[in-house]
């Protein structure tokens, strides 16, 4: 699905370089490169503040932690995600509220949250699921209007931006109260292990993340708060900026793959093509096509038998998750995501496919 290797070979003399640098200095944890990211991050991301932490799970905990929510109180999330985007809200002991996504482009839609609002609502996650920003003008503007704050999801998104109807542009992650990423080493800006961030342009929260990521310790062993120890390590933050300053070709490689796909399979009825919200740029962390009265499942042993993989993001949505039974849903409940767990297949993608790859996966396919 994805070529680190390749990717590798191409940056190796100044990922080797960071990583070296980082064994001489000793300082494996905290050390300036880490610093030094967050910095250059916030750049590149166009925020004020970046607050690297162990993982995309962890980000989305501090995230809700650092909004003081408590229990009972209710996050709404899409049921279409990866479980991670759950799995903090119950964790917290908040309660998740799934909703339904929209067929087209797979992403959480303002009108499904606005609908499933309670008195005891205080939070959305949306989740720029495959690479590409949900309709955040609309959830934006639900949030005002019923006074929630908003988590971005952006742990797929990274480096996809989006344009306002008044013409700003944001980038992914940048538009909520609170973003999140992840450097997952498959992730669009992915470190050699595991790694995460926020982002925020909020002083006061920028400041309780950073003391919750760190044992909810502003002065040292005083502890003023409950928090959690995640941080990025300076290994991790070496490569990442070795690769930061490629992540813009890294997108476009991406997108380069994206629309050869989009061309093999345009018009075809049995495999519908993503398609792209108003707005918002695709990164194309995955390629996703829906296959429609193919038999997936065999069609994916067939394509592996061919050595070429294909997955499947995501076979169950939430609601449908033995740990996240609830009897408030009910199979039926969220058809546009019941479907898509039947009919999504995604096709490798990175930042290394040339051309005699994508022939070879079209033609097998
Ligand atoms: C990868 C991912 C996460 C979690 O990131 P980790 O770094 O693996 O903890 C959360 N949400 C989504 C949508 C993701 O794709």
């Given at each position: 699905m994805v070529d680190l290797r390749g990717q590798y070979e191409k940056i190796k003399s100044a990922v080797d370089a960071g990583i070296q640098e980082v064994i001489d200095s000793t300082?494996?944890?905290?050390?300036g490169k880490v610093k030094e990211f967050e910095q250059q991050l916030a750049e590149y991301l166009g925020v004020k503040h970046v607050v690297a932490v162990g993982n995309g799970t962890d980000a989305l905990q501090i995230a809700l932690m650092a909004l003081g929510l408590k229990p009972g109180d209710e996050v709404i999330t899409p049921t279409?995600?990866?479980?991670a985007t759950a799995e903090v809200v119950a964790l917290l002991g908040l309660t998740p509220v799934v909703v339904d996504v929209d067929y087209d482009t797979m992403c959480v839609t303002a009108e499904a949250i606005e609908r499933a609002i309670t008195p005891r609502t205080k939070a959305i996650v949306p989740v720029h699921l495959f690479g590409q920003n949900a309709d955040m003008e609309g959830i934006l503007s639900v949030a005002k209007k019923h006074n929630l704050y908003v988590v971005e999801d952006a742990c797929q998104s990274m480096g996809s931006r989006y344009t306002f109807s008044d013409g700003r542009v944001a980038a992914s992650?940048?538009?909520?109260d609170i973003g999140c990423t992840s450097f997952?080493?498959?992730?669009?800006?992915?470190?050699y292990g595991d790694g995460g961030a926020l982002f925020t342009d909020d002083d006061e929260l920028a400041q309780r993340i950073r003391v919750i990521a760190n044992?909810?310790?502003?002065?040292?062993?005083?502890?003023d708060m409950v928090g959690v120890n995640s941080r990025l390590d300076s290994i991790q933050a070496a490569v990442l900026l070795a690769k930061l300053p490629h992540l813009d070709e890294y997108i476009e490689a991406r997108q380069r793959a994206a629309e050869y796909y989009n061309k093999a399979f345009e018009g075809d009825a049995r495999f519908l093509i993503p398609k792209v919200g108003r707005g918002t740029t695709h990164a194309y962390h995955q390629y996703t096509l829906r296959c429609v009265g193919v038999d997936r499942d065999a069609l994916r042993e067939q394509l592996a038998a061919k050595g070429v993989p294909a997955m499947i993001?995501?076979?169950?949505p939430l609601h449908q998750q033995k740990a996240y039974?609830?009897?408030?849903?009910?199979?039926?409940?969220?058809p546009m995501a019941e479907q898509l767990a039947k009919e999504v297949l995604s096709l490798p993608m990175h930042t290394e496919l040339d051309l005699e790859q994508l022939e070879y996966i079209v033609g097998s396919l």
């Open positions: 300082q494996f944890v905290k050390g279409f995600t990866f479980i992650g940048t538009m909520g997952f080493p498959s992730k669009n800006l992915g470190c044992h909810g310790m502003e002065v040292r062993y005083h502890h993001y995501y076979p169950i039974q609830d009897p408030r849903y009910k199979a039926g409940n969220f």
